[in-house]
Antibody, heavy 120, light 107 residues
Framework: QVQLVESGGGVVQPGRSLRLSCAAS????????MHWVRQAPGKGLEWVALISFDGSNTYYADSVRGRFTISRDISKNTLFLQMSSLRPEDTAVYYC?????????????WGQGTMVTVSS | DIQMTQSPSSLSASVGDRVTMTCRASQSISTYLNWYHHKPGNAPKLLIY???ILQTGVPSRFSGGGSGTDFTLTISSLQPEDFATYYCQQSYSSPLAFGGGTTVEIK
């Protein structure tokens, strides 16, 4: 079945970097744009980034632009989020999400999430 | 950037009640509006897209309406599994944005 599995979360000091991964299976990964969405403790959902199906276009939330980079390895069916210059306000559960066919900016399949804690 | 505002932030209701929540966009988004159901510890679930189209497998007690800037999500008869937080999300333009959520609690 369609599945997304995130990994790479953990505790990191402010200013440091971390890379998240999302392993995709059960669908044609190379034909879908993919997203990252996060949820800070006690807060709502926040869209983070989008990468086009072929990786040629990327889009970011203002809060992470210039610090985070979304990428993908189609040969490994894996999505990445490289996070740099991390701040305490980046503390959140990070989800990768797949859109439904024909609705590139909605999210119908989500991973279980990976927790990132930015703290000294 | 488009801002999404949901109201109320929380509501208390009983099993079998009809509940309605609203979502307002800071500018017109036509019907590029999606609704999600989210329980702590679980992944969010897409309920409605295009403002009023039920995602496959979603019970018919859920319905959505609206266009432009004002939208509603209605649950016709609350079931125990419906006690959760509901988010609207605009897919009209980047950056994509969610509302702050409406939490449906047991009265």
């Amino acid at each position: 079945q369609v599945q997304l599995v995130e990994s790479g979360g953990g505790v990191v000091q402010p200013g440091r970097s971390l890379r998240l991964s999302c392993a995709a299976s059960g669908f044609s990964f190379s034909t879908y744009g993919m997203h990252w969405v996060r949820q800070a403790p006690g807060k709502g959902l926040e869209w983070v980034a989008l990468i086009s199906f072929d990786g040629s276009n990327t889009y970011y939330a203002d809060s992470v632009r210039g610090r985070f980079t979304i990428s993908r390895d189609i040969s490994k069916n894996t999505l990445f989020l490289q996070m740099s210059s991390l701040r305490p306000e980046d503390t959140a559960v990070y989800y990768c999400a797949k859109p439904p066919r024909g609705l590139p900016d909605a999210f119908d399949i989500w991973g279980q999430g990976t927790m990132v804690t930015v703290s000294s | 950037d488009i801002q999404m505002t949901q109201s109320p932030s929380s509501l208390s209701a009983s099993v079998g009640d009809r509940v309605t929540m609203t979502c307002r966009a800071s500018q017109s988004i036509s019907t590029y509006l999606n609704w999600y159901h989210h329980k702590p510890g679980n992944a969010p679930k897409l309920l409605i897209y295009g403002a009023s189209i039920l995602q496959t497998g979603v019970p018919s007690r859920f319905s959505g309406g609206g266009s432009g800037t004002d939208f509603t999500l209605t649950i016709s008869s609350l079931q125990p599994e419906d006690f959760a937080t509901y988010y609207c999300q605009q897919s009209y333009s980047s950056p994509l944005a969610f509302g702050g959520g409406t939490t449906v609690e047991i009265k």
